[in-house]
């Protein structure tokens, strides 16, 4: 048995194609990641993963969709969205495939 802790790496990414990983794999990533209310990220899409992000705790809005406490969101390639955090959130975001350098700001991706 291994014990680590989240804030051994990079976002919350903990099972991935990346250093540092718990688990390395090309299959998959998987984070769990914290935000601060008021907390942005910039509207991207992936081309190759599927992304599924729940909210564990707090609330937030993704592409002007409220998300909530226990609700999971599929997003699938192509389709670009962003995220802020409406209050502290804790989210569970899994990638499939893992897919490295797989994201795409969506004035670039146009």
Request: hydrophobic share 35%.
């Amino acid at each position: 048995m291994e014990k680590t802790r989240i804030t051994d790496f990079v976002r919350g990414w903990f099972v991935g194609g990346f250093e540092p990983t718990l688990f390395k794999t090309q299959d998959v990533e998987v984070a769990v990641q914290q935000f601060k209310k008021g907390d942005k990220e910039a509207s991207h899409c992936h081309k190759i993963a599927t992304e599924i992000t729940m909210i564990v705790k707090g609330q937030a809005r993704m592409k002007g969709m409220i998300i909530s406490e226990g609700e999971i969101v599929k997003i699938p390639p192509g389709e670009y969205t962003d995220f802020e955090a409406i209050e502290d959130t804790t989210t569970v975001v899994v990638k499939l495939p893992g897919a490295l350098n797989d994201k795409y700001l969506e004035t670039e991706g146009k």
